[in-house]
């Protein structure tokens, strides 16, 4: 069966459309700026660095929730630190993503510093800091 378009006339439309596609696509890519399309994708790759205080924190977060369902620590408390464990998390993923997926030592040290004080704070919040004494006078005492 024969077509009754006119060889030239398909010959114009195959080319119009082969032209017109990749400029199709450069204009929509043009029109992303500003959106999702626009952002910086998280590193998939850590280092084990940035594995251990992903690790770090998420063990920090589950003691937290530990102490909350033990009713150690009041709920308002639990939130607290629950927000400042989240920070911490935040500013570490900013900083790989802005890195490249490493985290340098100067800010490394910093976020373990912070995370540390929520550890802490939890501690003393609960009651299960560090003691100090022998239990020589009757028992031991919070160091903090």
Same mark, same amino acid.
């Given at each position: 069966?024969?077509?009754?378009?006119?060889?030239?006339?398909?010959?114009?439309?195959?080319?119009?459309?082969?032209?017109?596609?990749?400029?199709?696509?450069?204009?929509?890519?043009?029109?992303?700026?500003?959106?999702?399309?626009?952002?910086?994708?998280?590193?998939?790759?850590?280092?084990?660095?940035?594995?251990?205080?992903?690790?770090? &924190?998420?063990?920090?977060?589950?003691? &937290?929730?530990?102490?909350?369902?033990?009713?150690? &620590?009041?709920?308002?408390?639990?939130?607290?630190?629950?927000?400042?464990?989240?920070? &911490?998390?935040?500013?570490?993923?900013?900083?790989?993503?802005?890195?490249?997926?490493?985290?340098?030592?100067?800010?490394?040290?910093?976020?373990?510093?912070?995370?540390? =004080?929520?550890?802490?704070?939890?501690?003393?919040?609960?009651?299960?800091?560090?003691?100090?004494?022998?239990?020589?006078?009757?028992?031991?005492?919070? =160091?903090?």
């Amino acid at each position: 069966m024969r077509s009754f378009a006119p060889r030239p006339l398909r010959t114009a439309t195959l080319t119009a459309l082969l032209i017109a596609v990749p400029f199709a696509g450069a204009y929509a890519a043009g029109h992303h700026k500003g959106s999702a399309l626009d952002e910086s994708a998280p590193p998939a790759f850590y280092g084990p660095r940035e594995k251990g205080l992903i690790n770090q &924190i998420q063990g920090v977060d589950s003691g &937290i929730a530990d102490a909350r369902q033990a009713e150690t &620590i009041a709920p308002a408390e639990a939130q607290k630190l629950h927000m400042r464990a989240a920070h &911490i998390s935040q500013a570490a993923e900013r900083t790989a993503a802005a890195n490249h997926g490493r985290i340098p030592v100067p800010q490394y040290q910093q976020l373990l510093r912070r995370l540390d =004080n929520v550890d802490q704070a939890l501690r003393i919040d609960s009651g299960t800091g560090f003691l100090i004494g022998d239990g020589a006078d009757g028992g031991h005492y919070p =160091n903090g």
